[in-house]
């Protein structure tokens, strides 16, 4: 109905503005109209050229171009006389009666037309509403490939959390003899890529019961009240399909805020779509076995009405996985390909912290397109490292040619980084050191974790940010310049001294006051600031700039009095390009570079090394061409 009323007040509004249109032209160029005595007078007086006979009407034209109409007794009589003047006639038809029949016509079949089409798209968008929750159903053993918790991984207590939710949905009965009721909604809240849309089909899989998915954009149109209609459709029909589970994915869509005060256009549709929504959760029975999961990675952004009890009163959290949980990830993903078989999957875990279950899936695909495309007929642990570089800092830069300048330069940055990282206490082991260009990088020095880490202390941020510092200290002791290649090295450190005093409390001037509050979000949108004084901010300026200078005066002085090391590395990576654990822990503990870096003597054979067997002199001197770069 709303639509016919909606196309017939746009086919009038057409027709006034048509019809205005052709009255304003008309008035335009209406002809003066003269009596029949003034019309007589003429002529008598200013003989006409031309006299236009239209019925009763006649239009008389001068030589002039003076035009004017006037009505006439006896048409007959005036013909005469015109015809005794030698005044030329013309005779036309009236057709005005005619031409005002056609257009009330085709403006009733314009009408009738319009109201077909309207019924018609009216019929057309109530069978697209029949058919919108049908066309999200999936039914149990309907042909796809059943997901169930063993598909899912990483998660332990996500899925301690809905197993309730599964024994309800398979045996109700066992909740209500005692008075238990299940959660109505339960709220999937955490990162991209973490496997919450996973979860929701494996709870759906487990209980073996009808599952609707939707998107929170599916509910989103352009006109007003759509979304309130299939909202009110899709419970319709679940409690048909019961014990059945409705998912809505990305829920922040249509489950917005509505605090932001008047609104208007489409978001007066999201709101009417939220209100549909509290109200079709509300009216569940008790004896309704319908559970509704949404997912989300805005939940700071939500109506505080979706999280009240009786609604989505049970937020579940899906943080990246830990490093067991990695391992699990890669298990399951890893029996899709061929793996190595002595490939240690807990090496691989180490590599990756931080990976999402989603990041995790690609990081497999990634090494075995590497794997096969390199001939081989398994995935081998150098195959993983190539695929994390590639996510992690983009594709080799094979083409990009640097000079030799700018390749020592480089190579003094990134040994500037690796001594540093090895000489603090409490950093990070180095993983790799390499000078290739990847993706925006020019090189890179990686840094793993032993174990994953829960929180930092003052000791490990200073060291991080000492580190950061590394590279540019090597660069200014080297060659007593600094260059733009330092520039993400004093974001990065800048932005962990910024929080150390900002956040963190980490700072005696400042003392234990938060002056930035993070968002309650999962996509890292940043944080507000606090409203401060002038002094206030100042005294944090200063203590962040107290803060870096420390950290990178401890790093040239650290550099300084190991520079014959920086230089020896630096030359090693000019020839090698790339370092890994192994290599780079030789160099740093083989006895020759402890006695050439305290001026004991400038050669070293490694036979009397305690690391002879692998020393990578020794590996240089076998291969007959790097003893010159290490020496």
């Not at 007066?268 to 109200?279: C, G, I, K, P, W």
């Not at 190595?340 to 090496?347: A, C, G, I, V």
């Not at 290599?583 to 402890?594: A, K, L, N, Q």
């Not at 020393?615 to 076998?622: G, L, Q, Y």
Request: aromatic share 6%; proline share 3%.
């Amino acid at each position: 109905m709303a639509i016919l009323i909606r196309n017939l007040f746009v086919f009038f509004l057409f027709s006034i503005l048509v019809g205005g249109g052709y009255g304003l032209w008309m008035l335009e160029h209406k002809l003066r109209m003269v009596t029949y005595s003034e019309f007589r007078h003429c002529l008598t007086n200013h003989h006409p050229v031309s006299i236009t006979f239209i019925g009763n009407k006649v239009i008389a034209e001068h030589k002039a171009g003076d035009k004017y109409q006037t009505s006439v007794p006896s048409p007959e009589k005036l013909i005469s006389e015109l015809q005794e003047k030698n005044i030329q006639i013309i005779f036309k038809k009236d057709r005005s009666e005619q031409i005002l029949q056609g257009i009330v016509l085709a403006y009733l079949v314009l009408l009738l037309l319009t109201i077909i089409v309207s019924l018609s798209k009216k019929k057309k968008q109530e069978e697209e509403e029949s058919r919108f929750a049908s066309d999200k159903l999936i039914l149990p053993g309907s042909g796809e490939k059943q997901i169930t918790f063993d598909n899912v991984a990483g998660i332990p207590e996500a899925l301690e959390e809905v197993q309730e939710i599964v024994d309800f949905l398979k045996n109700p009965d066992q909740f209500s003899q005692i008075g238990a009721v299940s959660p109505k909604g339960i709220l999937l809240q955490g990162p991209p890529g973490t496997g919450k849309t996973l979860l929701a089909k494996a709870i759906a899989g487990e209980a073996e019961v009808p599952f609707y998915s939707f998107s929170g954009s599916d509910f989103v149109e352009m006109f007003v009240g759509v979304g309130a209609s299939r909202v009110r459709d899709i419970f319709k029909e679940a409690k048909t399909n019961a014990p059945c589970i409705i998912f809505i994915d990305e829920i922040d869509a249509v489950g917005g805020s509505r605090v932001s005060g008047g609104a208007a256009g489409g978001q007066d549709e999201r709101s009417q779509t939220l209100n549909a929504l509290l109200v079709e959760m509300d009216g569940f029975a008790t004896t309704d076995t319908i559970v509704v999961l949404a997912a989300t990675n805005r939940p700071d952004i939500l109506d505080l009405a979706l999280s009240r009890p009786g609604r989505f009163d049970r937020q579940v959290n899906i943080l990246p996985p830990d490093l067991k949980g990695r391992v699990k990830i890669l298990q399951v993903h890893g029996a899709k390909v061929a793996l190595e078989p002595k490939l240690d999957l807990k090496q691989i875990a180490l590599m990756v912290p931080g990976f999402s279950g989603a990041e995790i899936a690609n990081l497999v695909n990634e090494a075995a397109l590497m794997a096969a495309r390199a001939g081989k007929k398994s995935v081998e642990l150098v195959h993983f490292e190539l695929a994390r570089d590639r996510i992690l800092m983009g594709v080799e830069r094979k083409g990009m040619l640097l000079s030799e300048n700018d390749r020592l330069v480089l190579a003094f940055h990134e040994a500037g980084h690796a001594i540093i990282a090895r000489s603090l206490p409490d950093a990070d082991p180095v993983h790799k050191v390499t000078i290739i260009p990847r993706g925006m990088a020019l090189g890179q020095t990686q840094q793993l974790s032993i174990n994953d880490r829960s929180s930092y202390c003052y000791g490990y941020l200073k060291s991080r940010i000492t580190t950061l510092m590394g590279g540019r200290a090597a660069e200014f002791i080297a060659f007593e310049q600094r260059t733009t290649g330092a520039q993400g090295d004093i974001v990065q450190a800048t932005e962990i001294a910024t929080n150390m005093v900002c956040k963190w409390g980490m700072s005696d001037m400042v003392g234990p006051q938060a002056m930035v509050i993070d968002s309650g979000g999962f996509l890292g949108g940043g944080g507000q600031r606090v409203e401060m004084s002038h002094s206030t901010a100042e005294a944090i300026d200063k203590e962040i700039k107290r803060l870096l200078t420390e950290c990178n005066d401890e790093a040239v002085t650290i550099l300084k009095e190991k520079f014959f090391l920086l230089k020896q590395l630096a030359n090693i990576l000019l020839e090698v390009e790339t370092l890994d654990q192994e290599d780079f822990e030789i160099i740093m503990t083989c006895h020759f570079t402890e006695m050439i870096a305290a001026g004991i003597q400038e050669t070293h054979e490694c036979t009397t090394c305690p690391a002879a067997d692998s020393c990578v002199h020794s590996k240089a001197k076998k291969s007959g061409g790097k003893a010159n770069a290490i020496l």
